[in-house]
Structure formats: structure tokens, C-alpha cells
């Protein structure tokens, strides 16, 4: 009889102390992190403007299995479009026809892995000026430019050395202005792409919104301190750029001209989901493709993202003893880009409830009556007619 107390006494002992050491070794490991603490709004009402529908079900997918990560597109005077893989490619496309034109990076057949996309390239941003020059913003390699006849690529601005003596970690979105100037984004100073999912939950507002004129070969920092600078656009009178703020669902609004140049303000905050890039439409309004929703199947469920973003300490814990692959598990399959105005409202919202037509999308780009649909992880662009996408009926 005391045998058996004895053996229970020392056996809580031993666990005792084997918990403890489990908490002293996590307490030790560092935190890949150091983040910063945010507080959310509620993720606004799926209601009026945003009231769900199945729009994006009528789209079709361009190209499936032969493209892989379309994040961005841009296409010249003759309708020819221009797009980037995640394996470092530079495609161009018209109608049906598909055709390789460069690679960012080494030519390597395990190219589209995360481990080489530092040596293949990863092409992000694309835009084209009125003389059919083809400009890249890639993620590892910095501003490039891609002769569309020979598919060579001559880089204007590497990464190493950046700008005012910070290097480039992660280019990401473009835009061109009508007289060829370039706006791109520089996502983070410190996490590369491989690693976007620290920075998202670290949100320590290192991005940086740069302008560059090919003509002069000039560069300068516009905006600097964001939060995880992502796609930008010009306004139709190329007075001011929007700016995705991704990590904290915000646009950013920065003044090109006018008594305000040089200034910046919210234009509008709080959007259903992480914005990616931004597009104007021929009605004046901004396509916003937002790389992951906010949207969750229950109504007192809050994103995992808003609910850890005030608590520094969890985040630290939660990055030492979870792998990066298992983050996507929270993020809700609902897809949706919205439509705003130059007000910064927003006007209209354009669904895959269940991601089975769209599983993802970073982009809509319209262009002669369709809207072209590009994300960083697909494997086709999606492709939908104006009046399609615009109709009522679900
Ligand atoms: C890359 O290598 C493959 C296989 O060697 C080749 O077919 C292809 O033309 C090369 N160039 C590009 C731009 O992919
Ligand atoms: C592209 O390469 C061709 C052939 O070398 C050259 O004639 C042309 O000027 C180049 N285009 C640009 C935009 O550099």
C-alpha cells in the first residue's frame, strides 16, 4: 500500500519536472520575431456592397498546369499581356497562346521551390510603358528590365544594394506612370518572401514605396515606415498613388501634386481582407485583390490575425513552435476582391464563397471588356467577362 503512493508521489515528480523543463527549453529557444502590438477593428459587416455572391464562379481558368503563380499582369498597345511565375519564368500570352520569354534567374529545373527562389528569381510586379519596355519588379533580384524581343534582362536596381543604403528584402507590387516613371513596393527590410508569414504576424511596418524614372535613372524613398508595403496604382490624373498596406487590411493614399504632395492618409482601412494589388478600372474605380480573407463561416469567430495581432508575447511563442507551412490552415477559403471608389469606398465586391472556380486571387485586372485574375499560388489566371462579373444573378 505505501509502495504504491510512493510510486504515484515520485511519478507526478517526474512530470513535474519533465513540464517544467518543457517550458524552460521553449522559454530558451529565441523567437524567430520581435513583433510590435496591433489592434483590429472588427472586420466590417458582409452586408450592402459586400453581400456575398458567387460572381467569380463564372470565370474561367487560362492555361491550367502551365503557369504557376501569375501574380501580376500588364499588357502593351497591342493586347499582348505579361505576366511572372513563382519559378523565376517571364511569360507573355495573347488569346489562347502561351509563350516563355525570360527567366529572372538561373535556369534550374527544381525552380518554383522555396528554397531557390533567391537564385531563380521570383518576378512579382509587371508594367509596360507606352514604347513596349517591359519592367519587373522581382522579389529577390530588384528592378529589372526585360527586352520583350531577346528576353534579355538587365537589372536597373539590384537588391544588394537597395536604396539609401538599405538593401531590397522583398520587391513586390509596380505601376507606371504615362510618361514611363515606375512606383513599386519594397514589401520589408527584413523578411524576404519565403519568410512574408513572419512578417505579416511580426507587422513591424518596414515597407517602403519608392519611385524610379527609367529616363534619369533616378530613384527616391516616397513613403517609408509601412505596414508591409504591397500592390500600388496611380489615380486616373496621376495625382496621388494608393498604396496596400497588406498586414493591417489598410490603403494608403500618397500625394504626387497639389497642396498635399509629398503627404500621405488613410484612403480607406479596415477592408475583409489582406490587400494585394491594386488596379484602376476604366469606370474610374480600384479593383483590389486581397490575397486572404478576413471572412469567417461564424459571425463571433474573429480572424486569427486580429485576435493575436495586441498580444507580442503569444505571437513570439506561437512563431518558436509552429512551423511556417502551418499557418495556412487559418486562412478561410472565402475569396473576394472589391471594387472602390476614388473616395476610398467601397462599392462593389465580387465572390468565390468556396475558392472552387477562384481558389485565390492578388489581382483583377480589366483589360477590353474582361477581367484577368492573377495570385501568387495559382496554377492558371482567371479570366471573366465585364458583364459576367457585373451581373446580379448568383
Ligand atoms: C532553361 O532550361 C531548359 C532545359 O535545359 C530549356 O529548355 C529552356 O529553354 C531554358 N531557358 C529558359 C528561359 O527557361
Ligand atoms: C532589345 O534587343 C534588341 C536586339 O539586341 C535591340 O535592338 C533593342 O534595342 C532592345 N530593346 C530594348 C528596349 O533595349
Redo the contacts with the bound molecule.
Keep these: 500500500m505505501a509502495e504504491k503512493v510512493d510510486f504515484k508521489k515520485s511519478l507526478s515528480q517526474h512530470l513535474l519536472v519533465v513540464g517544467l523543463c518543457v517550458v524552460v527549453a521553449v522559454y530558451l529557444i529565441p523567437s524567430p520575431i520581435d513583433p510590435k502590438p496591433y489592434f483590429f477593428a472588427d472586420p466590417p459587416q458582409m452586408t450592402g456592397p459586400l453581400k456575398v455572391n458567387r460572381r467569380l464562379q463564372k470565370a474561367d481558368r487560362l492555361f491550367k498546369g502551365r503557369v504557376f503563380g501569375p501574380e501580376s499582369l500588364a499588357v502593351d498597345k497591342e493586347g499582348v499581356f505579361y505576366t511572372g511565375g513563382l519559378d523565376g519564368k517571364i511569360w507573355r500570352f495573347h488569346d489562347h497562346s502561351l509563350e516563355l520569354l525570360a527567366r529572372t534567374g538561373s535556369n534550374y529545373s527544381e525552380c518554383g521551390s522555396p528554397e531557390l527562389e533567391p537564385e531563380c528569381g521570383r518576378p512579382k510586379g509587371v508594367a509596360i510603358d507606352n514604347k513596349g ?1 517591359l519592367y519587373v519588379a522581382d522579389a529577390y533580384k530588384g528592378l529589372l528590365q526585360v ?1 520583350t ?2 528576353g ?1 534582362v538587365n537589372i536597373l536596381l539590384p537588391s544588394e544594394k537597395g536604396l539609401d543604403g538599405i538593401p531590397f528584402k522583398f520587391l513586390n507590387g509596380m505601376t507606371i506612370s504615362k510618361s514611363g516613371v515606375l512606383y513599386f513596393t519594397d514589401s520589408s527590410s527584413k523578411w524576404d518572401r519565403r519568410s512574408h508569414k513572419y512578417e505579416i504576424i511580426e507587422n513591424n511596418a518596414l515597407g517602403r514605396l519608392i519611385e524610379y524614372d527609367p529616363a534619369s535613372g533616378e530613384a527616391r524613398v516616397l513613403l517609408s515606415g509601412l505596414h508591409m508595403a504591397n500592390g500600388v496604382s496611380l489615380s486616373p490624373h496621376e495625382d496621388f498613388l494608393l498604396v496596400s498596406e497588406l498586414n493591417i487590411c489598410r490603403i494608403t493614399r500618397y500625394f504626387l501634386r497639389g497642396p498635399k504632395a509629398g503627404t500621405s492618409e488613410i484612403f480607406t482601412d479596415n477592408l475583409p481582407g489582406y490587400p494585394d494589388n491594386i488596379k484602376a478600372t476604366s469606370a474610374g474605380t480600384y479593383f483590389i485583390g486581397l490575397a486572404a480573407s478576413r471572412i469567417q463561416k461564424s459571425r463571433f469567430m474573429r480572424p486569427f490575425l486580429d485576435v493575436i495581432a495586441p498580444y507580442p508575447a503569444i505571437k513570439r511563442f506561437i512563431t518558436k513552435i509552429t512551423p511556417l507551412s502551418v499557418y495556412a490552415l487559418f486562412i478561410p477559403k472565402h475569396v473576394l476582391f472589391i471594387e472602390v471608389d476614388q473616395q476610398g469606398n467601397i462599392v462593389d465586391s465580387f465572390h468565390d464563397p468556396d475558392g472552387a472556380v477562384i481558389s485565390a486571387c492578388s489581382e483583377a485586372f480589366e483589360h477590353d471588356g474582361k477581367v484577368y485574375l492573377g495570385h501568387f499560388g495559382t496554377d492558371y489566371i482567371g479570366v471573366i467577362g465585364m458583364a459576367d462579373l457585373k451581373s446580379n444573378v448568383t
Excluded: D, K, L, Q
Aim: glycine share 0%; net charge negative; charged share 20%.
Design positions: 519596355s527586352n524581343t531577346t534579355e
